[in-house]
T-cell receptor, first 113, second 115 residues
């Protein structure tokens, strides 16, 4: 069976510090990978997605970036965090079929102080 | 443009009763999929049920069923025999064939099951 791991679970970082959130998927190959952000009490906003190694698509302009160095690894980064980057970050994967649902990790709660 | 609307910020239901959570959507793409997710207070997003735009029958998964009314562009989630563990946020989401890497989510409905 497939599992998705996301860490850390919580993170408190000062403004201007760098960020690295990691996500890995086990039990499948060549998954589509996604980073979402959820503001408090809100729905999810798609940040990045990847359909293959080294292929990254950005959905919203921001000071975040994503990378996919390996087939089942997806990393969300920032060189300098802003207060507005606080939120709940969720990594997800799915197969390529149209009816394939997203399967989410447990999320990272990021607080920028 | 794709849009998902959940008009009920919060809903209450008595344990063992059924509840309907509303979802309407808007898209010009004739091929799309509708998804419902549950988010407990712990934060993980749990996939519940899927309905394809060309599916002739309403989807069902255990106590979850989807009341799909294509002409009205609605995809309401029905939870039967509510349990205390059903208390959570529920999100409706849509993905079109044209933008099949962009799943759009509604703002969510917080369901509280009363004992």
């Amino acid at each position: 069976s497939q599992t998705i791991h996301q860490w850390p679970a919580t993170l408190v970082q000062p403004v201007g510090s760098p960020l690295s959130l990691e996500c890995t998927v086990e039990g499948t190959s060549n998954p589509n990978l996604y980073w979402y952000r959820q503001a408090a009490g809100r729905g999810l906003q798609l940040l990045f997605y990847s359909v293959g190694i080294g292929q990254i698509s950005s959905e919203v302009p921001q000071n975040l970036s994503a990378s996919r160095p390996q087939d089942r690894q997806f990393i969300l980064s920032s060189k300098k965090l802003l207060l507005s980057d606080s939120g709940f970050y969720l990594c997800a994967w799915r197969w390529g079929q149209n009816n394939s649902p997203l399967h989410f990790g447990n999320g990272t709660r990021l607080t920028v102080t | 443009a794709q849009k998902i609307t959940q008009t009920q910020p919060g809903m209450f239901v008595q344990e063992k009763e059924a509840v309907t959570l509303d979802c309407t959507y808007d898209t010009s793409d004739p091929s799309y999929g509708l998804f419902w997710y549950k988010q407990p207070s712990s934060g993980e997003m749990i996939f519940l049920i899927y309905q394809g735009s060309y599916d002739q029958q309403n989807a069902t998964e255990g106590r979850y069923s989807l009341n799909f009314q294509k002409a009205r562009k609605s995809a309401n989630l029905v939870i039967s025999a509510s349990q205390l563990g059903d208390s959570a946020m529920y999100f409706c989401a849509m993905r079109t064939l044209r933008n099949n890497n962009d799943m759009r989510f509604g703002a969510g409905t917080r369901l509280t099951v009363k004992p």
